[in-house]
């Protein structure tokens, strides 16, 4: 049962020492009891306070770390059914299948195909982020083979093992010992020698299912042979089951903190069909799905699956944003053209590539708006003649040009005269409406100046 606020407050030191970042413990132990902090924060807690309240304040979803070093991706750690509630926390694992009857070329080229599916969108690096090694053959040593491959030419790439043979299973955990892969094909028949080789190797097991009933009795069990990182498949195959499989779990964990089925969910969306894949995968991004083990990831796949995982991701209340400073682009002159804009994430990064396509040597100031975009900034009193005014001089650009002009969205072109009014000795020009034009008037600038 989960402890109110006030219960939890008993059971800290109540000295408000603010080392945890809250003002007082009492404001702390609120957080905790919505499971919006955790107690690690907490350097004074009792031994005894940690033992009662450690479950108690853990996310409904449990927490793993998935995979070692630069790579590894955190999963799980979810409080919430809807992401305007509050939001979702960590992204859907994306994974490529290996299996283990491709031949050793075709290995090599799906490794590679993961470790150059890294794209930039708006400042975000977004990639596959695993491989899943399938035993189809059913043979041990040609699993033990094909996951030396991916030790050897990927050591960083997370690994799901997926094999409900133990000899299997231990054969190729042993390749990746301290990477924290996924034992993935835990069954009521094999479950012992699967926890065994879980606890010797340090890695998260996945418990294979066939229903939800089965399935909650099967993470108990391994739970209760000491091992507590565990991912979980349903079963659910086909896009109802996985809405109504997904939906009933995070329900159970979130809403009845059912602890059977608090674990992060695996979700298997392989299809012949590249478009019906790429929908299958959709419903389990929205659908509570930490981690997708896809067929195939083509770039114009990859590219809406990133997308849509990167919007679903994002804090619905904070605006992406970026740093508020002076960009250079190209290699600027003391003559080069100065622009302005606000620092929401699409807004500069939309700006930026045209000024980058233009050719034209630039700076690029961007202004810290909280994240809003140029009209709804205005519109908001954070986009001012006055405090843009203001971020100009301090930001120091005027020792860098000779020529005091600054190129103003064309959508404020209200704001023009108090500028000038404001920023005494410059210019201020009026340039384009929409992103598109700004390469046409950028080199227009530069031809009038010649």
Same mark, same amino acid.
């Given at each position: 049962?989960?402890?109110?606020?006030?219960?939890? !407050?008993?059971?800290?030191?109540?000295?408000?020492?603010?080392?945890?970042? !809250?003002?007082?413990?009492?404001?702390?132990?609120?957080?905790?009891?919505?499971?919006?902090?955790?107690?690690?924060?907490?350097?004074?807690?009792?031994?005894?306070?940690?033992? /009662?309240?450690?479950?108690?304040?853990?996310?409904?979803?449990?927490?793993?770390?998935?995979?070692?070093?630069?790579?590894?991706?955190?999963?799980?750690?979810?409080?919430?059914?809807? @992401?305007?509630?509050?939001?979702?926390?960590?992204?859907?694992?994306?994974?490529?299948?290996?299996?283990?009857? !491709?031949?050793?070329?075709?290995?090599?080229?799906?490794?590679?195909?993961?470790?150059?599916?890294?794209?930039?969108?708006?400042?975000?690096?977004?990639?596959?982020?695993?491989?899943?090694?399938?035993?189809?053959?059913?043979?041990?040593?040609?699993?033990?083979?094909?996951?030396?491959?991916?030790?050897?030419?990927?050591?960083?790439?997370?690994?799901?093992?997926?094999?409900?043979?133990?000899?299997?299973?231990?054969?190729?955990?042993?390749? !990746?010992?301290?990477?924290?892969?996924?034992?993935?094909?835990?069954?009521?028949?094999?479950?012992?020698?699967?926890?065994?080789?879980?606890?010797?190797?340090?890695?998260?097991?996945?418990?294979?299912?066939?229903?939800?009933?089965?399935?909650?009795?099967?993470?108990?069990?391994?739970?209760?042979?000491?091992?507590?990182?565990?991912?979980?498949?349903?079963?659910?195959?086909?896009?109802?089951?996985?809405?109504?499989?997904?939906?009933? %779990?995070? @329900?159970?964990?979130? @809403?009845?903190?059912?602890?059977?089925?608090?674990?992060?969910?695996?979700?298997?969306?392989?299809?012949?069909?590249?478009?019906?894949?790429?929908?299958?995968?959709?419903?389990?991004?929205?659908?509570?799905?930490?981690?997708?083990?896809?067929?195939?990831?083509?770039?114009?796949?990859?590219?809406?699956?990133?997308?849509?995982?990167?919007?679903?991701?994002?804090?619905?209340?904070?605006?992406?944003?970026?740093?508020?400073?002076?960009?250079?682009?190209?290699?600027?002159?003391?003559?080069?053209?100065?622009?302005?804009?606000?620092?929401?994430?699409?807004?500069?990064?939309?700006?930026?590539?045209?000024?980058?396509?233009?050719?034209?040597?630039?700076?690029?100031?961007?202004?810290?708006?909280?994240?809003?975009?140029?009209?709804?900034?205005?519109?908001?009193?954070?986009?001012?003649?006055?405090? =843009?005014?203001?971020?100009?001089?301090?930001?120091?650009?005027?020792?860098?040009?000779?020529?005091?002009?600054?190129?103003?969205?064309?959508?404020?072109? =209200?704001?023009?005269?108090?500028?000038?009014? /404001?920023?005494?000795?410059?210019?201020?020009? %009026?340039?384009? @409406?929409?992103?598109?034009?700004?390469?046409?008037?950028?080199?227009?600038?530069?031809?009038?100046?010649?």
């Amino acid at each position: 049962m989960a402890l109110t606020g006030v219960e939890i !407050f008993k059971l800290l030191p109540k000295t408000n020492c603010k080392k945890c970042g !809250f003002l007082t413990c009492l404001a702390f132990a609120m957080k905790l009891a919505q499971r919006q902090a955790s107690l690690d924060l907490c350097p004074d807690v009792s031994e005894e306070a940690k033992q /009662k309240l450690g479950e108690a304040s853990a996310p409904p979803v449990r927490p793993i770390i998935f995979g070692a070093g630069d790579r590894s991706v955190k999963m799980g750690e979810e409080t919430v059914l809807f @992401r305007h509630d509050k939001r979702f926390v960590n992204p859907s694992v994306f994974a490529l299948e290996i299996k283990d009857t !491709f031949s050793e070329a075709d290995i090599n080229s799906k490794i590679e195909e993961v470790l150059n599916s890294e794209i930039d969108r708006v400042g975000q690096k977004l990639r596959i982020d695993a491989v899943a090694i399938i035993n189809e053959s059913n043979d041990v040593r040609r699993f033990e083979a094909a996951s030396k491959i991916i030790a050897i030419k990927a050591p960083d790439i997370p690994v799901i093992i997926c094999t409900a043979n133990p000899q299997a299973a231990e054969a190729a955990v042993k390749l !990746f010992t301290d990477k924290k892969p996924i034992i993935y094909g835990v069954n009521s028949e094999n479950t012992e020698a699967m926890v065994n080789i879980a606890k010797t190797y340090k890695a998260t097991l996945g418990v294979a299912a066939k229903s939800l009933d089965e399935l909650s009795v099967l993470t108990e069990k391994v739970k209760a042979a000491g091992v507590a990182d565990i991912v979980i498949d349903s079963g659910a195959r086909n896009a109802k089951e996985i809405i109504e499989h997904n939906t009933l %779990v995070r @329900r159970a964990a979130i @809403r009845k903190n059912f602890k059977p089925l608090g674990y992060p969910v695996i979700t298997f969306a392989q299809r012949e069909d590249s478009l019906v894949e790429v929908l299958i995968t959709v419903i389990g991004v929205a659908k509570y799905s930490s981690i997708i083990v896809l067929s195939s990831i083509e770039k114009w796949k990859n590219l809406a699956l990133f997308t849509l995982r990167q919007n679903l991701y994002t804090d619905p209340q904070v605006p992406m944003q970026v740093e508020q400073k002076v960009y250079k682009f190209g290699e600027p002159k003391s003559n080069s053209p100065l622009l302005i804009t606000t620092n929401f994430s699409l807004t500069y990064f939309i700006v930026s590539g045209e000024v980058e396509n233009s050719k034209v040597p630039s700076y690029l100031a961007v202004m810290d708006c909280e994240g809003l975009s140029v009209l709804t900034a205005w519109a908001a009193g954070k986009f001012t003649a006055a405090r =843009i005014a203001q971020f100009i001089k301090e930001s120091g650009i005027e020792n860098d040009i000779n020529d005091r002009e600054l190129v103003i969205p064309g959508y404020v072109a =209200i704001l023009s005269g108090a500028i000038e009014d /404001k920023l005494e000795g410059w210019k201020v020009t %009026v340039g384009p @409406r929409e992103a598109n034009a700004i390469p046409a008037f950028l080199k227009s600038r530069m031809a009038s100046k010649k």
